[in-house]
């Protein structure tokens, strides 16, 4: 089939090759002429595992190309658009300027019987706005949620564990008849994964619209639960990763995701509950989502609560300390720094008259043009010379696998705060470490 993907990010980018893989011909466009030209080459535009690799081998093909011209998109049997849904800035409520400008461009172009399949993550009641602006083409619009994880986006792609489809249906609730072609045709693009048995959700728009945020708000409530019970375990003595444990091996509740620490971050799990709680006011349930503004609140303590950390293992005081931050990305695997619990703390650290180093195998440099102000190194012995703290604050592998001997020959003094809870105690302990972390004693 002839695929064009509007927005070229981190979605799109992943979307456009991994389909190109499955065979189809794809088009990707973006208003970014520089993304667009270093896609062309065959080079990412940021860092995601064995995307390069997937680009390279789909550009050798011919069946995966990219414009900055919309009407390239042409032509196409399914337009998905996969353009970002930023925070609007002082609000929670999610931006669809570049949404709305996507269908406004495509619009000219498309033709009776043309697919516009939604992937963006927007708020519930987006698609039927849609739907009824390109109703006049005969075009019709389908709503596939994206469900990739940073890290492991060309894997969820080809691999997904779900498919969700929310298509036009009538009183019933039963898809009409432009709803069953459009079913049709995209069970022919993902007619790949769906020979590999994964699940398919066929359903409305609304409820395909809730889907992503509705599951980003469940993982963001879970990590914050246990982030809670953290602030218990440090005022009883208790250990919060042996309490995970153990109520891990509930079957309903499931160790996964119950990881105490700095918390969450990155592009999606905090626009989104902030998006959704707006959302829930505009529709006059404002009640129903208060709960997020909790998860929301723990989730950011957690961030105050690291500094304390800091100053509490230098005595009262981190002016003039040395501090070495060993990641700037929000999650391992990713050179995505935006809302990075591991950047928020060193900014804050910095700010309170410390004088830090941030370190991070990918994204130093999103880092640097985030935060001009902190000081940067290119591995964690350099960040970490002559620090009077270490900080552990992405849990890249390298990181958690370092040797305590190895830091304890550049530092000043051996105090290590783990912010992901990954390292052992015990370990860093014996090499005459002051180990520090949240919910542990």
């Not at 009824?132 to 389908?142: H, K, Q």
């Not at 700095?262 to 006059?284: T, V």
Request: charge should be negative.
């Amino acid at each position: 089939m002839r695929l064009s993907v509007i927005g070229c990010g981190y979605l799109g980018a992943v979307h456009a090759a991994s389909m190109a893989q499955l065979g189809h011909e794809v088009i990707g466009i973006d208003v970014d002429l520089k993304k667009v030209d270093a896609l062309r080459a065959g080079r990412a535009p940021f860092y995601e595992p064995g995307l390069p690799e997937l680009l390279t081998e789909v550009g050798a093909t011919g069946r995966l190309t990219f414009s900055t011209d919309i009407a390239d998109a042409a032509g196409a049997d399914v337009h998905f658009i996969c353009v970002g849904t930023p925070q609007v800035h002082g609000e929670f409520r999610a931006d669809l300027t570049f949404v709305n400008a996507a269908v406004e461009a495509l619009v000219p172009h498309l033709r009776p019987g043309d697919v516009v399949a939604g992937k963006s993550t927007v708020p519930v009641g987006t698609a039927e706005a849609i739907a009824e602006a390109i109703s006049a083409t005969g075009a019709v619009l389908v709503w596939n949620p994206e469900f990739l994880r940073e890290g492991f986006a060309v894997e969820d792609t080809l691999h997904p564990d779900r498919l969700v489809y929310g298509l036009p249906t009538d009183d019933d609730g039963e898809p009409t008849a432009e709803g069953s072609k459009a079913r049709s045709v995209l069970d022919e693009v993902y007619a790949t994964p769906l020979s590999e048995d994964t699940p398919l959700v066929v359903t409305d728009y609304a409820t395909a619209q809730l889907v992503k945020v509705a599951a980003n708000s469940f993982l963001a409530t879970k990590i914050s639960f246990i982030n809670a019970m953290a602030e218990l375990c440090e005022s009883t003595g208790a250990d919060v990763t042996r309490l995970a444990d153990a109520i891990g091996y509930d079957a309903r509740i499931g160790r996964r995701f119950l990881n105490a620490g700095l918390g969450f971050g990155g592009g999606c799990l905090p626009k989104d509950i902030r998006a959704f709680m707006a959302r829930a006011g505009e529709l006059g349930v404002s009640d129903a989502l208060s709960f997020l503004r909790e998860v929301d609140s723990i989730n950011m303590r957690r961030r105050v609560r690291m500094v304390d950390l800091a100053r509490e293992v230098c005595h009262g005081s981190i002016v003039g300390k040395r501090i070495a931050v060993l990641g700037a990305a929000f999650k391992p695997d990713s050179d995505d720094v935006r809302d990075s619990p591991a950047l928020s703390v060193a900014a804050q650290m910095q700010l309170q008259g410390a004088h830090v180093t941030v370190t991070d195998p990918q994204a130093v440099a999103n880092a640097r043009a985030k935060w001009p102000d902190l000081h940067f190194a290119d591995t964690a012995l350099e960040a970490a010379k002559d620090a009077d703290v270490v900080l552990l604050a992405t849990e890249w592998t390298e990181y958690c696998e370092i040797e305590p001997d190895a830091l304890a020959a550049v530092v000043a003094h051996r105090r290590i705060l783990d912010g992901r809870n990954v390292l052992k105690p015990a370990h860093w302990r014996a090499a005459g470490w002051t180990y520090r972390a949240l919910g542990r004693p």
